[in-house]
């Protein structure tokens, strides 16, 4: 095999990986408006905004800030 043979052998495989990925996403089922943190109802803005979301925005924000931080400090 040369160069060109390998190249085009890791497009196909980049390619295959980034079908998948959108195939993954095309089967997410949109969001039933319920937090899944606390069982609150999820903001209609924002499942207008995201209607795959899964928590409302309070606790997404809490979720943000701990992966922020398990980000600057390790896991804990």
């Given at each position: ?60 924000d809490e979720a943000e800030a701990q992966a922020k931080m398990a980000r600057r400090c390790g896991p804990?």
């Amino acid at each position: 095999m040369d160069e060109i043979d390998l190249a085009a052998e890791r497009i196909e495989v980049l390619n295959a990986a980034a079908i998948q990925a959108v195939l993954g996403r095309a089967e997410r089922v949109p969001s039933d408006g319920t937090c899944k943190a606390c069982g609150e109802d999820i903001e209609a803005e924002r499942l207008r905004a995201n209607p795959y979301a899964k928590n409302c925005r309070d606790c997404a924000d809490e979720a943000e800030a701990q992966a922020k931080m398990a980000r600057r400090c390790g896991p804990r």
